[in-house]
């Protein structure tokens, strides 16, 4: 308690309310939630339901509970061909990946109820959002072309960044996302895929020659790194200015140079995600976590996800070398079993596939409160809409939400938060979140 006096002290004189909620955030990691029955019994009921799901649909994939009630190992089974090699040890890839059900659960629902997109209220309302975020976004990782002069960097940034974000939570009904994967041409999807109300593509994937695979219908097209640099031939795939692109990567000097200076005609949005851990990244990955945010149902199509399938193509092109191919099979297979996406792919072809076992509605619910108590998460367990959010600020422009365009299941969400926004705070201790609430 004394540290609590203290951290408001400190928070008076530095004049910064938002301080104080971060410190009184991060101290709630060091008086653990106890568990009740009822998250016992819910954590239980979620493995028993994933265990039963994966059986049921994963083609041989089997779940095994491990020691304590997050842990989750998914195993193909003992004939599966391994095909990639790590370049480090020269060993195949193992045939069994340990998750943690808690964190997906607890993290992805997070997701599908704050935004992926970069804004500038964002980095106002970071403490030395500009001077620390911005400034790491334009230059992280880059040796070559980084930002010589920092005033011209951070101006353009600001140039490209929308005040508020452009999209909301259920937005959009329902979304398939098309990955590039080769064995899209097994099956003639194209048809199921334009009856979807958006769709989602990845990089340079091309669509004319190929509509019978994967469809006619482009709404938004994930970029990273590459394709973002060749900005001008990616805009050219589609129907000209149709698309909305969002860059994934962090971006620099030549990037920000591109998005203003080169004649496109698309509407450009930079990405700012949730941070999953190894298992999961990628472009396919994070297309995914965009749709989540603003779509009530995922589909996915062309991701390479059944087990047997050797090749590692592209739809469009030769084989490449993919990364941790059977890890990334199993994280969608306990994506799938969490009920965040239907996977569809030429042994899941039936556009009328049930996914059996997948937790209800209010068994995920309690096993993400009980989640977030077991994880330690800002705000556990709250009932507060914004109860995890670590910093909260008071949204300066008035936003005007524009709720009466917006589906029902959007403007229910709005509601629910009060009309805040939420955005992940990506190296957060228990995730916070960074939430704008709107001025009373
Ligand atoms: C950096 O950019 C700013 C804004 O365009 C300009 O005024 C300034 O002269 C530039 N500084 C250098 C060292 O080039
Ligand atoms: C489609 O096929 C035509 C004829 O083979 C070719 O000229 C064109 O470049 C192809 N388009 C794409 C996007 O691959
Ligand atoms: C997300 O929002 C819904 C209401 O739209 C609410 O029921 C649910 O608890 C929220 N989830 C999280 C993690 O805040």
Not at 89 to 109: D, I, R, Y
Not at 297 to 321: A, C, H, I, L, N
Request: positive net charge; aromatic residues 10%; proline residues 5%.
């Amino acid at each position: 308690m004394r540290f609590l006096q203290l951290a408001f002290i400190v928070a008076l004189t530095s004049g910064s309310a938002a301080i104080l909620i971060y410190i009184t955030g991060v101290t709630n990691l060091y008086w653990p939630h106890q568990l009740s029955d009822e998250d016992f019994d819910a954590l239980q009921s979620l493995h028993s339901d994933f265990q039963k799901c994966v059986s049921s649909n994963g083609l041989g994939l089997q779940a095994v509970s491990g020691r304590d009630l997050c842990d989750v190992t998914l195993k193909f089974p003992s004939h599966t061909n391994s095909k990639w090699m790590d370049p480090k040890s020269g060993e195949p890839e193992g045939l069994s990946f340990k998750f943690n059900l808690c964190e997906a659960v607890a993290t992805w629902e997070q997701v599908r109820n704050g935004t992926t997109i970069l804004t500038k209220e964002f980095i106002d309302a970071l403490p030395n959002g500009w001077e620390d975020y911005a400034w790491q976004r334009i230059n992280k990782g880059i040796h070559l072309n980084c930002c010589e002069n920092k005033t011209l960097c951070m101006e353009k940034l600001s140039l490209v960044l929308p005040e508020t974000p452009p999209y909301f939570p259920r937005q959009f009904g329902r979304c398939a996302v098309v990955g590039n994967s080769g064995d899209l041409l097994k099956t003639r999807f194209g048809k199921e895929i334009d009856g979807y109300d958006i769709v989602v593509r990845e990089n340079g994937a091309p669509i004319q020659n190929y509509t019978d695979y994967v469809g006619r219908k482009s709404t938004f097209r994930l970029l990273n790194r590459g394709s973002a640099k060749a900005l001008d031939k990616v805009a050219e795939l589609y129907d000209a200015g149709k698309e909305v692109f969002i860059i994934k990567t962090t971006i620099h000097d030549i990037m920000a140079k591109m998005i203003r200076e080169i004649p496109i005609r698309n509407p450009v949005y930079l990405m700012l995600g949730a941070s999953f851990g190894s298992a999961a990244k990628g472009t396919g990955l994070k297309a995914l976590e965009f749709a989540l945010s603003i779509c009530d149902t995922v589909d996915m199509y062309g991701f390479t996800v059944d087990p047997g399938y050797k090749e590692w193509t592209r739809y469009f092109s030769e084989s490449r070398q993919g990364h941790t191919p059977l890890q990334g099979r199993a994280y969608y297979q306990m994506m799938e079993c969490l009920g965040l996406i239907k996977i569809h792919s030429p042994m899941r072809a039936d556009p009328n596939r049930i996914v059996k076992w997948v937790p209800d509605h209010s068994t995920i619910a309690a096993a993400r409160i009980a989640s977030e108590k077991v994880l330690r998460r800002v705000g556990a367990g709250s009932a507060d809409p914004v109860g995890a959010c670590s910093i909260v600020k008071k949204q300066v422009k008035g936003k005007p939400i524009r709720i009466s365009g917006l589906r029902m299941a959007a403007v229910e969400h709005q509601k629910y938060v009060e009309g805040s926004t939420m955005y992940p705070l990506e190296h957060n201790p228990g995730h916070g979140l960074l939430c704008t609430v709107p001025p009373r």
